[in-house]
RNA sequence: ACCCUCGUAGUUCAACGGAUAGAACAAAAGUUUCCUAAACUUUAGAUACAGGUUCGAUUCCUGUCGAGGGUACCA
């Protein structure tokens, strides 16, 4: 048990005792550094109803938490805040306790944990990943990292949409002017050449619709009647019919993506446990919208299309199926919520990552998951985040519009190898070293720049800025990282056990206050899906070594018969500065 | 038009309704024989605006202004 829960028991019972007075909620803070103490309870709030004075509720309540704890053992008040100091004895207890524990922080799931699907990425298949998909991906894996170490089962999901008139567009534009190339060929990631055929469709769509437009077409018929949109038409339509031929030619440009898919995730570094197509998915959701129907949740236009009616609720009518019976998309994840909860009977949640321009379809989808009464609906959730803005003109992507993923992580390597170079810290590495070292480094400061800002929140990207060396970046945090442990090598002091009457400095309270709040932290970050947090924490981790270190660089202290002991903190430091990146999915090297 | 999100130093980000709003980059000045100077210390600098709620508001409520997104038988 954290050392603010049992706190704020105490504290509870105190109320009780003195004023009989329930408290569901007693919260405790960390000290603001400017004052001494360790934990802060603020009594303003309970001043009326203990019809006390700041000074006397705080007098009463300290002493008595002094009298009834082991680990508080004095206290002072400043205006209506009760701030509390820790013992030494108690910062030795938790010393050792933090040697001791094997990846401290992190837990394990149990037997009988929660298990929590987190769906991310969830590409379309017709073209590459983009920087879009880079914040997804990052968050997704570093949330799914966070519930693991929360202890939870976790199940690392994307649905892929594999499907659509979207993949028929690439499949028409290779029919006409690419038969015969490959990714062998053309020796590019597969991914990339089936997205050259989509901009390929774009392009000649745009021609076709301009000459008809011209003899005389109006703008709309345009758009309905350019040959190429209707041959895309006619092979979504041959595909749903099970044409064998489209079907080899869809699988084979589907599995040249996947394969270029999986060189881009690789790099990432995040991984799936389960994949759905949403080709074996689309037609799922009709049995529920029957039984919405036949429980009257539902109802029927006359043209035969079904509608929920949201209005109550502050929305608006959403279509579910559309009049000839074909579903739309919400009605394919109406389905595969359900096909999930089937799939894994331990499931207790799903965490949805897309972007908040979704806000709106996760409202209604979860409403309506409640309307149907469905026992899990409540613990959907869906992980919001905002776009990604580049500063203008520093990066053009191949296509103009859109940044391409690949091209992003190679401009971070490059960008990690200009700086290395310059600061001339690799030298001593061979060739390949450097440019495993490169890869890691950019792809640290892509990681890091990205997690750190709260997912709702635009972020603008600077990449120049996020590899530099200094300030509140990946690199920075990698380096630290990398000092340490080479520092480690030069270190042998260590004390295994305390027995009583310490004494330590501030400085040394400091740095393991830092430590000991990291269980605290991926607690918090998991209750609320940040990563954000973590990336700070272990920022403010790194601040508060480099502090340490530069003025106490060995923990030296006291015991009673001022017999003294020396010992390093570092290889803890490292430990859980490399902990918190694994949940971030930064890799931290030992030498750089 | 309506709905949602966001507005914090010059810039990029922090701050369960709590104390004097924290950092970093950029700018200015300095330090350094336990260590990788990619460090450390110091200085200057911000809550878009107007009300309200209360012991206390960057945080909650209302309005104004600004940015983005959404209001499809698209996905």
């Not at 968050?139 to 993949?167: E, F, S």
């Not at 200094?470 to 920075?476: A, Q």
């Not at 070594?545 to 530069?550: A, C, E, K, V």
Request: proline letters at 3%.
């Amino acid at each position: 048990m954290s050392i603010y829960h049992s706190i704020e028991q105490v504290i509870a019972s105190y109320f009780k005792v003195e004023f009989s007075i329930v408290l569901n909620e007693v919260s405790l803070q960390q000290t603001k550094k400017e004052f001494s103490g360790d934990l802060t309870f603020v009594l303003f709030p309970y001043l009326k109803k203990a019809q006390k004075s700041p000074q006397e509720l705080g007098t009463s309540l300290g002493s008595f938490l002094v009298d009834n704890t082991e680990e508080i053992v004095t206290f002072n008040i400043v205006k209506g805040f009760l701030n509390l100091t820790l013992s030494d004895v108690f910062y030795f207890n938790h010393f050792n306790d933090l040697f001791a524990t094997k990846n401290y922080g992190i837990k394990e799931p149990t037997a009988n944990a929660p298990t929590v699907l987190v769906e991310y990425s969830s590409p379309n298949t017709n073209k590459p990943l983009h920087l879009g998909h880079i914040r997804n991906n990052l968050l997704g894996h570093a949330v799914a990292n966070i519930l693991a170490a929360n202890g939870k089962n976790v199940i690392r999901a994307q649905i892929i949409n594999d499907r659509g008139i979207h993949i028929c567009k690439s499949m028409v534009a290779w029919k006409r002017y690419g038969k015969n190339e490959t990714p062998e060929t053309n020796a590019i990631k597969g991914d990339q050449l089936v997205g050259s055929y989509y901009v390929k469709f774009d392009q000649v769509y745009k021609e076709e619709i301009k000459g008809l437009i011209t003899s005389g077409y109006s703008e709309e018929e345009a758009l309905q009647k350019a040959p190429i949109m209707l041959e895309a038409k006619s092979l979504l339509q041959l595909w749903e019919a099970g044409d064998p031929e489209t079907h080899i030619l869809w699988k084979q440009m589907n599995q040249w993506v996947y394969d270029g898919f999986e060189i881009t995730y690789k790099n990432l570094g995040v991984f799936f446990d389960r994949l759905y197509y949403e080709s074996q998915t689309y037609l799922l959701g009709k049995e529920i919208i029957e039984e919405g129907l036949s429980e009257k949740l539902f109802y029927k236009k006359e043209d035969g299309s079904v509608w929920v009616d949201l209005t109550d609720e502050g929305m608006d009518e959403k279509l579910l199926l559309r009049a000839d019976g074909t579903s739309v998309y919400i009605t394919q994840d109406l389905g595969t919520a359900n096909q999930r909860f089937a799939d894994f009977p331990s499931l207790s949640g799903i965490v949805y990552t897309v972007g908040n321009e979704q806000d709106y379809h996760f409202k209604v989808l979860f409403s309506i998951f409640k309307k149907l009464g469905y026992s899990w609906a409540d613990s959907l959730y869906h992980l919001s985040y905002g776009m990604v803005d580049l500063p203008n003109g520093k990066m053009k992507s191949r296509e103009g519009t859109v940044v391409d993923a690949d091209d992003l992580i190679e401009q971070m390597r490059k960008t990690a190898q200009e700086i290395s170079e310059e600061v001339g810290k690799l030298d001593g590495l061979s060739f390949s070293e450097k440019q495993t070292l490169y890869q890691t480094i950019g792809l640290g400061a892509l990681k890091y720049y990205i997690l750190k800002v709260d997912p709702k929140k635009r972020i603008l990207f600077d990449p120049k800025e996020s590899v530099d060396f200094n300030g509140n970046t990946g690199p920075f945090i990698q380096y630290t990282h990398a000092r340490i442990k080479t520092l480690l090598g030069k270190e042998t002091e260590r004390i295994v056990s305390f027995s009583s009457n310490f004494q330590l400095e501030l400085i040394e309270k400091f740095i393991l206050k830092q430590l000991f709040i990291f269980p605290e932290i991926i607690l918090q970050a998991g209750q609320i899906q940040s990563p954000a947090l973590v990336a700070n924490y272990v920022y403010d981790l790194v601040k508060a070594f480099n502090t340490f270190y530069q003025n106490v660089p060995v923990l030296s202290v006291k015991n009673a018969d001022q017999k003294e002991f020396r010992m390093r903190l570092s290889d803890k430091v490292a430990e859980v500065i490399a902990n918190a990146c694994s949940l971030l999915g930064i890799e931290v090297p030992n030498r750089m």
